[in-house]
């Protein structure tokens, strides 16, 4: 299938065809038509799937169809996002593709001064993108009002629950007319988010190209079994290869994130940490310099894995096993984005062990066991205890003993190599600047 078959108007296929994108991923192609046609939308699918071209493009399209002048202060289109990276990205997004159209958008977000923002709402905008807090913050200060919104998008919701955001959400969504098109996205679907969804939306078409939290097939993914001590070494070791071009890294504090990146730095690594304690202009300097090249290391926690879109990560690395396993799908799909392959690591301590289980529990499946890296511990209680406790049985214990085990993998840097000499781009596809 391709764009023109989704019923897309020509100057959104010609901003298309300028980004060199042709074929729609299925989350669009399954979505698109759909949101043209009014529907309230379900969507789940994997991260770096394209999710976000899935709604900016048909909402870009009814703007255009039923063009009215952009009323100051109340816009007809509101999405959604939990970070300011994020919100962003997605501001971009509608830039991009809307860029042969007539229409107004605002990014507005919390963390830098509310002046700007607010000239852009009195001079009206048609799109409105959004954290939740800075829209409530906005909307008590009157200056946003939603009633006159038409479409409403929750972008990431499970994250939104996961950062303690519902109740900000439930005085925003009290604020909406009931006469709304209401679509709701996000890359894993937990029972609670669920529920919030069908709260929602009204009759929705549900949309679930992949299982929930699976992970990208292209994303080769190993685990270290290493003690605290041994990490900073590890992570040397590994972000020293020559197949590591680009390597984002996660930690479970802000405080982690600071002393990687500076430890990173002493040892003559260009890195830099994004966290939320930081200046937005200084996470914006830092993402930018990551994407640039600048910054061979970016360290970050997990309030940026849903708003760092970078081409040519070549490894996500878990510093730190996450404590949410869903967080671990939205980290590691940093990486394997728009056709590309990529590797995903994670340094797992003892203490962490009982996380990582349920991170394979969640992605139905093992992940493979690195060999071959100094400091790096391939004990029988390392291997073989976990695969009992998460899959019943002890296939792997004897990858401790040297004995032969199929689902012993490569070393890490063995498969490295086998990625860099096969890695593609390809034909670039519609998911590069989406989560």
Known sequence: MSFVELGLVEPILRALVSEGYTTPTPIQSQTIPHVLAGSDVLGCAQTGTGKTAAFALP??????????????????????????ELASQIGQSFATYGRNLHFRHAVIFGGVGQGHQVRALSHGVHILVATPGRLLDLMSQNYVRLDQLEIFVLDEADRMLDMGFLPDLKKIISRLPRQRQSLFFSATMPENIAGLAHSLLH???QVSVTPPATTVQLIEQHVHFVERSNKRALLHQVVGATDCSRALVF???KHGADKVARQLGVEGIRADAIHGNKSQSARERA???FRAGKLHVLVATDVAARGIDVDGISHVINYDVPTDPESYVHRIGRTGRAGATGIALTFCESSERGAFRDIE????????????????AHSHEATGQRH???????SHSRAASGQPSQGRSKSFSAAGKKRHNHRHFGKKRLASSWR
Do not use: C
């Open 59 to 84: 909402i870009l399209q009814r703007i255009d169809q039923t063009r009215r002048p952009a009323v100051s202060r109340a816009p007809r289109a509101v999405v959604i996002a939990p970070t300011r």
């Open 388 to 394: 009992r406790s998460a899959n019943g049985d002890n």
């Open 361 to 376: 529990k969640l992605v139905r499946q093992r992940i493979q066991i690195a060999s071959g890296s100094p400091g790096t």
């Open 203 to 205: 009759n929705p078409v």
């Open 251 to 253: 930690t479970r504090t």
């Open 287 to 289: 993402l930018s310099q």
